[in-house]
Nanobody, 121 residues
């Protein structure tokens, strides 16, 4: 089995910063892409940022210039540095891993349980 463990959410004032981390575990050989998605109340889940194993990244327009995604392939870890946070960034943030090769099988995708980020005015 593959598990994704997220950490780093919390309450922050507008203009502040938070750093989210996500680590995948479970006899993993490789992970193709890892990313962060978010879901605000009453809205659909949306991509925030995604990074491939080679380091190619893409961001939602709403977070470009404020958020930075990074990855440690050796530790199967992805992080999201969130700066200049706005109230509209408030959401549950989910980590996702794609094409996870393990000893037993390859998983198309796995999701973390989510971590709440609340940005106050």
């Amino acid at each position: 089995q593959v598990y994704l463990a997220e950490s780093g959410g919390g309450l922050v004032q507008a203009g502040g910063s938070l750093r989210l981390s996500c680590t995948a575990s479970g006899s993993i050989f490789s992970i193709d892409a890892m990313g962060w998605y978010r879901q605000a109340p009453g809205k659909q889940r949306e991509l925030v940022a995604r990074i491939t194993s080679s380091g190619t990244s893409n961001y939602a327009d709403s977070v470009k210039g404020r958020f930075t995604i990074s990855r440690d392939n050796a530790r199967n870890m992805v992080a999201l540095q969130m700066d200049s946070l706005k109230p509209e960034d408030t959401a549950v943030y989910y980590c996702k891993a794609e094409d996870i090769a393990t000893v037993i099988r390859t998983y198309p995708e796995r999701w973390g349980q989510g971590t709440l980020v609340t940005v106050s005015t």
